[in-house]
């Protein structure tokens, strides 16, 4: 098992990167994000013409007929940039299509012509009627067409919350492993919120003087600082090994992508809190980003229910098998 | 990120597998702290010798098997699970003496040295620490005096785990009288056996004597016996630190995993996991453990062998805080069990050790922070 990304796949990241600072940049989405459905379809579409909805999918359903290794190295960017926009319940909503055989409706995903939102309870995230809205639990998930919604106030400014008042149900597939690739995916979009406020950290601690010294010489922020790049190191390798084993279909893949997805949730969270502590007043202001990254995190911790339930796979093997 | 090799090593985990279920010691480590310790280790090093699991990854001309850092860590994950000692006298040599020996070595050096720490013949002790040298690790002042082809040692180094079994040291000493800090310092192969060496065992808080204080009063050692050359001990020593650190504990890590596996099956089958709380602890526990097993996969395939670097010291920092949280669950599960000295109190005592050895953590957070992270002394 080598857990290192190949040259192709760090090339995929790094794409992924540049085009993400460059279309979708934080300081102009929050600008926009109370007027604007974000990303706009041309972007949406630029996404989906670089494949990243369909990185996991044969080409059949207009997909790169890679796998869960690669998306998790877009995941990962789009976690860093706090992207808006509903690529996790997109991807996922695609693989469920494809599952049940719906090649149209597969493609029309994978190609950006449909979003697919994420159902929360009675709430969807990230969609408006005339989209789709994915539920997703241990034992598959369900795809429905929204006709009526109620927006809510959302946490997350980048993440339009909404009741469902209406949906017309198109599809339920029995599909396991949709759940252990979801968890991946969110690991990895977690892990790179662990690298995004690791360096927003670093760099104010660098820069920022208090009793005549920059604050990151002092003990209590440094190692605060430095527990955010032990929770990235120690994600990491997990969601790489995840991701190989839900590309393989293993039986031990739904434990860890639960795995990687509770650990990168948890360190996200800490990592998050931490990165306002690290920044004082100015990081409690609604101006700073940094309580973005807090309450993304905290989105994606329970996008599929409460955190907790990730326990049921972890604990499920009777003992965690070295093959 | 790949499988690919999966097949190859999979062959060889069950060629590990079935000879470990028929050469693991029936026997436990005896508890003693007499020369029986001694030959219960050397006798089982020398077993995995002769069955070619020793040195998996170390090259062949110095006894090893020169195969991959990935089939290293296959044996290591069979040899936890097969339940084999945990821990020997042979550690350092096989952790962090050898390593050393193998990326700063010289020739005569490593041909002497390796094959008989991979055939159990010749334990080591690690010299490192001082009473006024501990997380300051520059403070060094035990001193050596060059007098004609020898070092003359002088002064006292602690926290030296299992000294008193030992034939050798990795000792690090100032060999520049005027010098401080860094500079001047020197890592020398020490015999533990000559004239002017004296070993005091300390008790631990776990009642047993992991650790000595050893003394040196004009012990000798030839100056062939140094280790990358005189005053080159600090940049010496950072080779022995990031091989302890890093990828020489793995066995020590996956242990945690096994232990968490355990720990879940005494509570089902005690009715605790019934408790919502132990449960999600349990669960938050593997999860964790997990981790310890990806960063030993990731670390092979990123990390530089020839440079190990400071990722090396983030696999520490996370483990000894898995470790700690392993052992506060243990100790609630234990409940008014805990009155009692048992494996389970001892594993936890001895746990609290992993935070302080090696460097303690708030020192791994500095290291991480400064040199990681680049901020700011």
């Known amino acids: 098992m080598n857990l290192a990304p190949s040259e192709f796949q760090t090339e995929l990241a790094a794409t992924a990167r540049r085009w993400l600072d460059r279309e979708l940049p934080l300081p102009r989405m929050r600008e926009r994000a109370a007027d604007d459905r974000l990303p706009d379809d041309a972007a949406w579409r630029g996404g989906a013409d670089l494949g990243?909805?369909?990185?996991?999918?044969?080409?059949?359903?207009?997909?790169?007929?890679?796998?869960?290794?690669?998306?998790?190295?877009?995941?990962?960017?789009l976690g860093r940039t706090l992207a808006p926009g509903p690529f996790l319940a997109s991807v996922l909503g695609g693989h469920a299509a494809a599952t049940a055989g719906e090649r149209d409706l597969a493609a029309a995903i994978v190609a950006g012509r449909r979003r697919v939102g994420a159902i929360v309870g009675e709430r969807v995230l990230d969609a408006r009627p005339g989209d789709l809205a994915l539920s997703l639990d241990?034992?598959?998930?369900?795809?429905?067409?929204?006709v009526e919604t109620e927006p809510l106030d959302a946490l997350d400014p980048?993440?339009?919350?909404?009741?469902?008042v209406r949906s017309t149900p198109l599809l339920r597939v029995a599909a396991p492993g949709l759940l252990a690739r979801g968890h991946v995916l969110v690991a990895a979009q977690l892990l790179g919120i662990i690298d995004a406020v690791r360096d927003m950290s670093v760099a104010y601690a660098r820069s920022r003087t208090q009793f005549g010294r920059p604050i990151g010489a002092f003990q209590a922020v440094k190692h605060r600082c430095a527990e955010m790049a032990v929770a990235g190191y120690a994600t990491v390798g997990q969601v790489h090994q995840a991701a190989l084993y839900v590309d393989a279909g293993r039986p031990d893949a739904a434990f860890h992508a639960a795995a990687a997805f509770v650990l990168a949730a948890r360190g996200a969270y800490r990592s998050a809190a931490d990165n306002i502590q690290n920044h004082g007043g100015i990081g409690f202001t609604w101006e700073h980003d940094a309580h973005l990254y807090l309450k993304r995190a905290s989105v994606l911790a329970n996008v599929f229910g409460p955190l907790r339930d990730a326990h049921r796979p972890i604990m499920a093997p009777a003992r965690h098998e070295f093959t | 990120m790949e499988l690919s090799n999966a097949a190859e090593l999979a062959e060889f985990r069950d060629q590990a597998r079935t000879w470990l279920a028929e050469n693991v010691p029936a026997q436990p480590r005896p508890r003693t702290t007499g020369p029986e310790l001694r030959e219960f280790d050397a006798a089982w090093q020398r077993r995995q010798f002769d069955g070619g699991w020793a040195g998996i990854a170390?090259?062949?001309?110095?006894?090893?098997r020169g195969l991959s850092p990935l089939q290293q860590i296959t044996w290591y994950e069979e040899l936890v699970r097969a339940g084999a000692p945990e821990t020997s006298v042979f550690s350092v040599a096989l952790a962090h003496a050898g390593p050393t020996l193998i990326a700063r070595g010289d020739e005569e050096q490593k041909r002497y040295h390796l094959p008989r720490i991979l055939r159990g013949e010749a334990p080591w002790c690690q010299g490192f620490s001082?009473?006024?040298?501990?997380?300051d690790l520059a403070n060094v002042r035990c001193r050596g005096v060059v007098d004609g082809d020898e070092l003359v040692i002088t002064g006292s180094k602690i926290w030296m785990t299992n000294a008193e079994h030992c034939d050798y040291c990795e000792l690090l000493i100032r060999t520049d009288p005027g010098s401080t800090r860094h500079a001047g310092l020197t890592w020398v192969i020490m015999d533990m056996r000559v004239a002017g060496v004296g070993v005091r065992p300390i008790t631990s808080i776990d009642g047993w004597p992991h650790n000595c204080q050893v003394f040196f009063d004009g012990a000798r050692v030839p100056l062939r016996n140094v280790v990358g050359g005189l005053g080159n001990g600090w940049s010496v020593a950072m080779s022995t630190l990031a091989a302890e650190r890093g990828p020489a504990f793995v066995d020590t890590r996956l242990a945690a995993v096994v232990f968490v596996d355990e720990l879940i099956d005494h509570t089902r089958?005690?009715?605790?996991?019934?408790?919502?709380?132990?449960?999600?602890?349990?669960a938050e526990l593997r999860a964790e453990a997990a981790a310890l097993r990806s960063m030993a996969y990731y670390q092979a395939a990123t990390a530089d062998p020839t440079a190990p670097g400071s990722e090396s010291v983030a696999v520490r920092a996370f483990f000894v805080q898995v470790v700690g949280r392993i052992g506060r669950t243990a100790l609630e599960l234990l409940g008014p069990d805990v009155v009692e000295s048992s494996r389970w109190t001892r594993r936890w005592l001895f746990d609290l050790s992993e935070p302080i050895a090696g460097g303690t953590i708030d020192i791994q957070r500095n290291i991480i922070g400064e040199r990681v992270l680049g901020l700011p002394r």
Not at chain 1, 52 to 77: C, D, H, I, K, T
Not at chain 1, 158 to 164: M, S, Y
Not at chain 2, 130 to 135: I, K, R
């Open chain 2, 130 to 135: 001082e009473p006024e040298a501990g997380s």
């Open chain 1, 52 to 77: 990243w909805l369909g990185l996991g999918l044969p080409a059949q359903y207009g997909g790169l007929g890679l796998g869960a290794a690669e998306e998790v190295m877009v995941f990962r960017e």
């Open chain 1, 158 to 164: 980048l993440v339009p919350v909404a009741r469902v």
């Open chain 1, 138 to 146: 241990a034992a598959g998930g369900g795809l429905a067409e929204l």
């Open chain 2, 269 to 282: 089958a005690s009715g605790q996991l019934a408790d919502a709380k132990v449960y999600a602890d349990l």
């Open chain 2, 58 to 64: 170390w090259d062949t001309p110095y006894g090893g």
